[in-house]
């Protein structure tokens, strides 16, 4: 059930469905209040004592003689600075006369079923017109002439609402965007804690907290892309909220430039929320007749926790905000080759990889960077997609037919969006990268960025990574971007569009990945930006699952993809087990412990199965069968997270399959304890009326049994060891499969190392 209600009499507008109500209306001067976002309420026509006034010292009021209403003091829909109000608005436009006052005054409103597409961006969806409805409110400057809609999605199964705005030009002069958020939130007061995930590569999207106070709480990126800094994710929870209960609200921004998420409280414990492309270095030229459309914000509430927040956001981004052929799909285990070889292959050593991957059932071989051009380094090659012979004497084609016959799929690693200057593409076209005229041009990972502002750029890329799909038998795509945007310039633009390249090159990335996932729509699309950096919601859009970070270590991922799991579904997270001593942290992990964590997410190999003994080999297939028997609970299942690796030793989480009959639980202890206390952990969404059993160990247990009393964790490090027991590690782990005993018994089958 969604619906959206108009009250004409009180001017009240009503979003709802059964669990969430978004309230709003047109204030006595035009311009739109905010009422209530939260837990759903009774409709009803007159909301107006929300709308609360009162004279205070120090305030500039709109109407002469009225020392009530002032905007200073009014929860707002969509504010602007100056007219009364003194915090950060949701909109600045520069006029020709050099003034940055505005008046978005209520025109009218529209309301439709289903969901708007917006044009060139990445969004939410709907398939049929029940899912939702979708609210347009219109605002108009009159002076200007700019027009606003606000628009407003709420579905039917998902306790979110999709903002964004679209800014037309219906006047006669040109005007400057100079800020535009896709959603501006008041809240009534500041009892909050806010949590972001930010840090850095390699340990990307940690949870971090603060309480909100008087003043800015913000992240933010100008780096050109979504950032490994911070994710453009936020939530908002109650001092008490947990895991499992108390209010949350969580803003998801569908976007991957820069962007910026902010709370600013005021002297009255107001609290502003809002969202969007981040003003710093954006000026955006409209003229008379365009328009400019915002990227799309998700808000979700929850009153059942961070988990119940964060299972909406699962739900929604993996089956309305990802597409395509692979949206439903359990996706392939793979290897990739990386990790064993660098730089330093042959044809022959990928097959003899890929050979030794096929028996032990893997099904896709990824060949990473350094087959291109002149690439033997980070200092060559990007730009020239076309096979280097000498390494590869049969071209992509003749590999990938040589892993289709092993049994197989192939996969190949691109960088589309960069260039080095030791390449032939920079030589031809040195014109072609963004680079400020008079400036130093500076590098990262000695390459540089092509202008995607510019059609032409975009258009020669795509024909070339469009010619290397139609010629070869590829099933995969990892699309890398390794270097943030610097000297942000476009010699293709005049001067007062400068502050528009940003924008205009993300959009450029988008039109590359529609086009060339429209033309090869089986092909599966997987983001990457030096591990996280571009892990948000707008890849996901293009490419149904995204590298989590570099850092491929399992202990390092714990944190990772626990903060991940905040937002982001499991079918999105790309998950490998990695050789050791591992790369990035030169740890020692168990090869099971390594398995036990990418088992949630995607699953596959960054190693050289070739160099492990006949004993490991066995454990990796018993990993691969389990995985194979187990991805579809584990990608499309119930998340939920029961202990933070941010809180102690321990980290434990649990998928559960949406008919309750089975869940995975995976328990991992980092660092070993001597003569431990006995423990367990309480277990969530299991069905309380069934039996679960355990194989292993001949036993079963109800699901209010684990939900209650718990799943019983002890190990022998409780103790001293028996001779005949294995002793425990550091970096321990262990994976529980619950079954439902179809006869009236069950348990919880621990699948050990």
Same mark, same amino acid.
């Given at each position: 059930?969604?619906?959206?209600?108009?009250?004409?009499?009180?001017?009240?507008? $009503?979003?709802?469905?059964?669990?969430?109500?978004?309230?709003?209306?047109?204030?006595?001067?035009?311009?739109?209040?905010?009422?209530?976002?939260?837990?759903?309420?009774?409709?009803?026509?007159?909301?107006?004592?929300?709308?609360?006034?009162?004279?205070?010292?120090?305030?500039?009021?709109?109407?002469?003689?009225? =020392?009530?209403? !002032?905007?200073?003091?009014?929860?707002?829909? #969509?504010?602007?600075?100056?007219?009364?109000?003194?915090?950060?608005?949701?909109?600045?436009?520069?006029?020709?006369?050099?003034?940055?006052?505005?008046?978005?005054?209520?025109?009218?409103?529209?309301?439709?079923?289903?969901?708007?597409?917006?044009?060139?961006?990445?969004?939410? %969806?709907?398939?049929?017109?029940?899912?939702?409805?979708?609210?347009?409110?219109?605002?108009? &400057?009159?002076?200007?002439?700019?027009?606003?809609?606000?628009?407003?999605?709420?579905?039917?199964?998902?306790?979110?609402?999709?903002?964004?705005?679209?800014?037309?030009?219906?006047?006669?002069?040109?005007?400057?965007?100079?800020?535009?958020?896709?959603?501006?939130?008041?809240?009534? &007061?500041?009892? #909050?804690?806010?949590?972001?995930?930010?840090?850095?590569?390699?340990?990307?999207?940690?949870?971090?907290?603060?309480?909100?106070?008087?003043?800015?709480?913000?992240?933010?990126?100008?780096?050109?892309?979504?950032?490994?800094?911070?994710?453009?994710?936020?939530?908002?929870?109650?001092?008490?909220?947990?895991?499992?209960?108390?209010?949350?609200?969580?803003?998801?921004?569908?976007?991957?430039?820069?962007?910026?998420?902010?709370?600013?409280?005021?002297?009255?414990?107001?609290?502003?929320?809002?969202?969007?492309?981040?003003?710093?270095?954006?000026?955006?030229?409209?003229?008379?007749?365009? @328009?400019?459309?915002?990227?799309?914000?998700? @808000?979700?509430? +929850?009153?059942?926790?961070?988990?119940?927040?964060?299972?909406?956001? $699962?739900?929604?981004?993996?089956?309305?905000?990802?597409?395509?052929?692979?949206?439903?799909?359990?996706?392939?285990?793979?290897?990739?080759?990386?990790?064993?070889? %660098?730089?330093?292959?042959?044809?022959?050593?990928?097959?003899?990889?890929?050979?030794?991957?096929?028996?032990?059932?893997?099904?896709?071989?990824?060949?990473?960077?350094?087959?291109?051009?002149?690439?033997?380094?980070?200092?060559?090659?990007?730009?020239?997609?076309?096979?280097?012979? *000498?390494?590869?004497?049969?071209?992509? !084609?003749?590999?990938?037919?040589?892993?289709?016959?092993?049994?197989?799929?192939?996969?190949?690693?691109?960088? /589309?969006?960069?260039?080095?200057?030791?390449?032939?593409?920079?030589?031809?076209?040195?014109?072609?990268?963004?680079?400020?005229?008079?400036?130093?041009?500076?590098?990262?990972?000695?390459?540089?960025?092509?202008?995607?502002?510019?059609?032409?750029?975009?258009? %020669?890329?795509?024909?070339?990574?469009?010619?290397?799909? +139609?010629? !070869?038998?590829?099933?995969?795509?990892?699309?890398?971007?390794?270097?943030?945007?610097?000297?942000?310039?476009?010699?293709?633009?005049?001067? &007062?569009?400068?502050?528009?390249?940003?924008?205009?090159?993300?959009?450029?990335?988008? &039109?590359?990945?529609?086009?060339?996932?429209?033309?090869?729509? *089986?092909?599966?699309?997987?983001?990457?930006?030096?591990?996280?950096?571009?892990?948000?919601?707008?890849?996901?859009?293009?490419?149904?699952?995204?590298?989590?970070?570099?850092?491929?270590?399992?202990?390092?991922?714990?944190?990772?993809? #626990?903060?991940?799991?905040?937002?982001?579904?499991?079918?999105?997270?790309? +998950?490998?087990? !990695?050789?050791? /001593?591992?790369?990035?942290?030169?740890?020692?992990?168990?090869?099971?412990? =390594?398995?036990?964590?990418?088992?949630?997410?995607?699953?596959?190999?960054?190693?050289?199965?070739?160099?492990?003994?006949?004993? *490991?080999?066995?454990?990796?297939?018993?990993?691969?069968?389990?995985?194979?028997?187990?991805?579809?609970?584990?990608?499309?299942?119930?998340?939920?997270?029961?202990?933070?690796?941010?809180?102690?030793?321990?980290?434990?989480?649990?998928?559960? +399959?949406?008919?309750?009959?089975?869940?995975?639980?995976?328990?991992?202890?980092?660092?070993?304890?001597?003569?431990?206390?006995?423990?367990?952990?309480?277990?969530?969404?299991?069905?309380?009326?069934?039996?679960?059993?355990?194989?292993?160990?001949?036993?079963?247990?109800?699901?209010?049994?684990?939900?209650?009393?718990?799943?019983?964790?002890?190990?022998?490090?409780?103790?001293?060891?028996?001779?005949?027991?294995?002793?425990?590690?550091?970096?321990?782990?262990?994976?529980?499969?619950?079954?439902?005993?179809?006869?009236?018994?069950?348990?919880?089958?621990?699948?050990?190392?």
């Amino acid at each position: 059930m969604r619906n959206i209600v108009f009250h004409k009499e009180t001017k009240t507008f $009503h979003l709802y469905n059964d669990k969430i109500s978004y309230i709003m209306c047109v204030l006595k001067n035009g311009h739109m209040g905010h009422l209530y976002f939260g837990k759903r309420i009774h409709d009803k026509a007159d909301f107006s004592y929300l709308v609360e006034e009162c004279q205070r010292p120090m305030t500039s009021y709109i109407y002469e003689g009225d =020392r009530n209403f !002032s905007l200073e003091h009014i929860r707002q829909e #969509y504010p602007v600075y100056g007219t009364t109000d003194y915090r950060h608005p949701a909109i600045e436009i520069l006029q020709k006369n050099g003034s940055r006052i505005s008046e978005f005054v209520y025109e009218g409103y529209e309301i439709t079923a289903g969901k708007v597409k917006l044009q060139g961006l990445p969004a939410t %969806y709907t398939e049929s017109d029940e899912e939702a409805m979708t609210l347009r409110v219109y605002l108009k &400057d009159a002076l200007t002439g700019v027009l606003l809609e606000l628009l407003y999605t709420v579905f039917s199964e998902y306790n979110a609402i999709a903002r964004s705005v679209c800014v037309k030009n219906t006047g006669t002069e040109t005007v400057h965007l100079l800020n535009v958020m896709s959603l501006s939130l008041d809240l009534p &007061d500041q009892d #909050y804690v806010w949590m972001q995930l930010s840090g850095a590569w390699a340990r990307e999207r940690y949870i971090k907290e603060r309480t909100l106070e008087q003043g800015i709480t913000a992240i933010d990126s100008r780096r050109g892309n979504s950032s490994h800094e911070h994710n453009p994710f936020m939530v908002l929870r109650r001092k008490h909220t947990n895991e499992y209960r108390g209010e949350t609200i969580g803003f998801s921004l569908i976007y991957s430039g820069n962007f910026r998420i902010q709370a600013e409280v005021d002297t009255h414990n107001v609290t502003r929320i809002t969202a969007g492309i981040n003003p710093k270095g954006f000026n955006w030229k409209l003229e008379a007749g365009e @328009m400019f459309q915002t990227p799309e914000a998700v @808000m979700v509430y +929850s009153e059942s926790g961070l988990n119940g927040m964060s299972q909406t956001f $699962h739900k929604l981004y993996r089956r309305r905000l990802a597409r395509g052929y692979w949206r439903d799909r359990c996706r392939p285990i793979l290897i990739n080759n990386w990790e064993a070889t %660098y730089f330093d292959f042959t044809e022959e050593r990928l097959v003899e990889i890929a050979s030794k991957a096929k028996k032990c059932g893997v099904e896709l071989f990824v060949l990473d960077d350094g087959w291109f051009g002149a690439r033997r380094n980070d200092r060559a090659g990007l730009g020239d997609w076309i096979a280097n012979m *000498e390494l590869l004497p049969n071209g992509i !084609s003749g590999l990938a037919n040589r892993i289709e016959e092993l049994g197989m799929k192939f996969g190949l690693w691109i960088e /589309p969006e960069m260039v080095n200057k030791d390449s032939d593409l920079y030589r031809k076209h040195p014109d072609w990268i963004l680079q400020t005229p008079g400036r130093r041009v500076s590098h990262g990972r000695y390459q540089y960025v092509l202008d995607f502002s510019r059609k032409e750029i975009v258009d %020669y890329i795509y024909g070339m990574i469009a010619k290397l799909l +139609s010629e !070869s038998n590829i099933s995969y795509i990892k699309w890398d971007m390794n270097r943030s945007i610097t000297e942000c310039y476009s010699i293709a633009y005049p001067a &007062d569009q400068q502050g528009e390249i940003f924008h205009r090159y993300i959009l450029g990335v988008y &039109d590359l990945y529609e086009r060339l996932t429209s033309a090869f729509p *089986e092909v599966l699309f997987e983001s990457c930006a030096s591990g996280g950096g571009r892990f948000d919601p707008g890849m996901l859009y293009y490419a149904p699952q995204g590298w989590v970070s570099d850092d491929s270590d399992a202990v390092e991922r714990l944190k990772i993809q #626990y903060g991940t799991s905040m937002c982001y579904p499991l079918s999105s997270m790309g +998950s490998h087990v !990695s050789v050791i /001593p591992n790369h990035q942290v030169f740890r020692n992990t168990p090869l099971h412990t =390594r398995a036990n964590v990418a088992y949630f997410g995607t699953f596959g190999y960054e190693l050289d199965l070739n160099k492990l003994s006949d004993a *490991e080999i066995e454990e990796v297939k018993a990993q691969i069968r389990f995985m194979k028997e187990y991805r579809e609970l584990l990608q499309f299942g119930t998340f939920y997270r029961l202990k933070s690796p941010f809180d102690g030793n321990e980290t434990v989480w649990m998928v559960v +399959s949406e008919d309750k009959s089975k869940a995975l639980v995976g328990y991992y202890r980092v660092l070993n304890g001597v003569n431990l206390p006995y423990s367990c952990v309480k277990l969530q969404g299991l069905d309380p009326d069934k039996l679960y059993e355990n194989e292993l160990a001949n036993t079963e247990h109800y699901g209010d049994e684990l939900m209650n009393l718990g799943l019983i964790t002890t190990d022998v490090s409780a103790g001293e060891v028996p001779q005949s027991a294995e002793p425990c590690t550091d970096f321990e782990s262990r994976i529980y499969l619950l079954k439902e005993k179809q006869s009236g018994c069950i348990g919880a089958e621990t699948v050990s190392k």
